[in-house]
């Protein structure tokens, strides 16, 4: 799941969901796939992946989001969604960084 949303493939991220995938899985470096896919600017993954109930605001072990990766790279369309689904906007990470900031 986690690969399949760094690389945009979002018919495998359906696939995968409907096998039993674990959603909100993170891994050793604290990334969960609706991470990846928002840093990767991958719209059709976030978007499914917020429909299916991944957690907005998941947080890695510095304090990043999904927003805060969108946002540091540039990805507008992502940051709207995630904004639209509820994503905390003035969450700030362990270096008091916020998305805005990031942007």
Do not use: N, P, W
């Not at 399949?4 to 995938?21: D, N, P």
């Not at 639209?84 to 916020?98: C, K, L, P, R």
């Amino acid at each position: 799941l986690m690969l399949a949303s760094l690389k945009g493939h979002a018919a495998c991220v359906s696939i995968l969901l409907e096998r039993g995938a674990a959603i909100d899985h993170a891994g050793q470096d604290g990334y969960t796939a609706l991470m990846l896919a928002s840093d990767g600017g991958h719209t059709a993954c976030v978007l499914f992946l917020l429909e299916r109930g991944a957690a907005i605001d998941c947080v890695r072990q510095d304090g990043t989001t999904a927003l805060m990766l969108a946002s540091g790279e540039g990805h507008a369309v992502c940051v709207s969604a995630l904004l639209e689904h509820g994503a905390a906007i003035d969450h700030a990470g362990q270096d008091g960084s916020t998305a805005l900031m990031l942007a």
